[in-house]
């Protein structure tokens, strides 16, 4: 079999590349290979309150990473999911809708030597790429492109009563009606989601790109349920891939490409594909007796995550929570959003958040190991939040020992840890899982901002109406007599009360909560850097692997947001580069 372009990883970013150009040019035959299956109208996909069923054990949507044990993290090991079907973690994520700071790509751009990806360029794309439906200043949004964003169907109790007490409580910061403008940081505010405000669908790149054309095209042929092992290289150019297939007793299949090999596999996939093909450190591809092809040390390295803390409260019985669904009539919910696109099964459970920066009083108490990545890296970037941090509206917490009753959840995760990982192959075929480092923690100043944001998190908490205190096991181990001490409560505090006040006792009760309750956000990225080779880089500037003809990947890179809006800019601008080199108009 042969065609024109082999994208090997069936994700986010591939769909868009992958529609773009099958639409621009019908007569250029596209292949998209996915390991996992297609999501096409599928109810658990599009559903967005049914996101939860697709991390059932036995799920074939998900693969789940298991870490090597970290002394950071007192000796456990972390579980990171990553998206594994036909459009990746657009159709299985939480749909939450945030971009990046302009900075973060003005920042590739300058600091990485990558002409053409600052903000200037790539917020066209991000607009190009989205239809915004929501009211107020639309400067900034598209209006016209295949993803759709809203409010979702309803705005629960957490939301509204977060952004109520913030707005009375924390006088330093204001609201806005867009924190998503690429520069607003410290203004409350309701929080838009991936999901068609008219239909109640989920918003993703495979409905958006590839299963509204491909029975139209002929040229876009979407393989499922379809690993690839490795790139065929002939003469320093990519010409192929081999795969299996999940139902083949022959093995390996290849197939090949006349014109480029895109590896699209995110940020576990990429560069175990790059690494089988003796693409990486040499001394992890000799170790394994694959034939070096290219030597590039920078493959699985620089492993990011906006590493992530979630507490849950205790709610009154009479809050609306996404745990209310199970109490209601299913035929009564069903219908209501098929009639109308609307309702408890039209949302996510996030209905607002903050990107945080903190005060200069506020930074003091970040404690000295903060200080200097405050001035290296934020003070002069004042669209760069710290943290993003707001409620969900049901328990999320990793303990299944609590009480059955309401719940809402405090979520929080950095925006630019200082921490990285690496991960690498530890066979030359899939038999045996990866190496993995996630390296949460493993810098200081990270631990710091994560005990911040918990005491953040929890003022705002304890102050909300609905607020009925804290299961313990939840929490950190404050002793009895704490004034931080935790435990069920029969209402809020006063907006105007005093904030607690933690003891240094109190500062590592929290530091061992931190480490012991870390979690990925599910925001994986960085493995295949796009910068100079020197510096460790995997590809240039219009994702050429470095020492290799024909062979591209696109993937994300580090940015504080969630990693989906990311992935459809770098989506629309691969599908740009590749349209130009190809003489193709878009």
Not at 101 to 130: C, F, H, Q, R
Not at 170 to 179: L, N
Not at 377 to 385: G, I, L
Request: proline share 6%; glycine share 10%; with cysteine.
């Amino acid at each position: 079999m042969t065609y024109d372009i082999i994208f090997a990883g069936g994700g986010t970013t591939a769909c868009v590349v992958a529609g773009r150009l099958a639409a621009a040019r019908p007569d250029l035959r596209i292949l998209l290979i996915e390991q996992g299956p297609h999501t096409r109208e599928l109810q658990t996909h599009l559903q967005p309150a049914l996101f939860p069923k697709n991390l059932t054990p036995d799920t074939k949507v998900f693969s789940f990473h298991i870490s090597q044990p970290s002394n950071a993290l007192m000796g456990r090991p972390v579980v990171v999911p990553s998206g594994r079907c036909v459009g990746g973690g657009s159709s299985i994520n939480f749909m939450k809708y945030t971009r990046a700071s302009a900075s973060d790509y003005d920042d590739w751009e300058t600091l990485y030597v990558n002409e053409g990806w600052g903000s200037k360029d790539m917020i066209p794309l991000l607009k190009k790429v989205e239809t915004y439906e929501v009211d107020g200043d639309q400067s900034s949004h598209g209006q016209s492109g295949p993803i759709k964003v809203s409010f979702g169907g309803v705005c629960l109790d957490p939301g509204k009563q977060f952004l109520e007490v913030a707005e009375r409580y924390d006088k330093f910061r204001g609201a806005t009606q867009d924190a998503n403008d690429f520069h607003t940081v410290n203004a409350y505010s309701r929080w838009p989601k991936y999901i068609d405000g008219s239909t109640g669908l989920r918003s993703d790149t495979a409905h958006g790109f590839i299963y509204n054309q491909d029975h139209a095209r002929s040229n876009l042929t979407v393989l499922a349920d379809t690993t690839v092992l490795r790139v065929i290289i002939k003469d320093g150019r990519a010409i192929g891939i081999e795969c299996n297939t999940s139902t083949s007793t022959l093995g390996a299949t290849k197939i090949f490409a006349t014109q480029l090999v895109v590896v699209s596999a995110g940020a576990f996939g990429s560069p175990a594909i790059l690494q089988r093909s003796g693409i990486g450190p040499r001394s992890i591809l000799t170790a394994l007796e694959i034939p070096v092809v290219v030597d590039l040390p920078g493959v699985g390295e620089n492993y990011l995550d906006h590493q992530a803390i979630v507490e849950p409260y205790f709610v009154s019985d009479s809050t609306t929570t996404l745990e209310a669904i199970m109490e209601m009539d299913e035929d009564e919910l069903q219908s209501q959003w098929q009639r109308s696109g609307d309702g408890l099964m039209a949302t996510n459970g996030i209905d607002a958040g903050v990107k945080l920066r903190p005060s200069v009083d506020e930074l003091k108490e970040l404690g000295p190991g903060f200080q200097e990545r405050w001035k290296t890296y934020f003070e002069n970037a004042p669209d760069k939040p710290i943290i993003w941090m707001g409620p969900l509206s049901n328990y999320a917490g990793q303990d299944t020992d609590v009480p059955k009753r309401r719940y809402m959840s405090m979520v929080t995760y950095m925006g630019y840890p200082a921490s990285t990982g690496r991960l690498y192959i530890t066979a030359n075929d899939l038999s045996k899982p990866l190496h993995f480092e996630p390296g949460y923690l493993n810098d200081p100043s990270d631990l710091e901002v994560l005990r911040w944001a918990y005491k953040k998190g929890r003022e705002i908490a304890r102050r909300m109406p609905l607020y009925r205190g804290e299961p313990t096991q939840c929490h950190p181990a404050f002793t009895a007599d704490s004034d931080a001490a935790c435990g069920e409560r029969s209402g809020p505090v006063d907006v105007s009360a005093p904030n607690i006040v933690y003891t240094a006792e109190d500062d590592e009760a929290i530091n061992s909560h931190v480490r012991m309750k870390v979690q990925t956000s599910w925001h994986s990225m960085g493995t295949c850097a796009m910068k100079p080779r020197a510096e460790g880089g995997v590809v240039d500037s219009k994702l050429n692997v470095y020492g290799l003809q024909g062979l591209k990947v696109a993937d994300v890179c580090n940015v504080s947001a969630n990693t989906y809006n990311t992935a459809l800019g770098v989506g629309e601008k691969a599908a740009v580069i590749i349209a130009e080199e190809l003489g193709i108009k878009l």
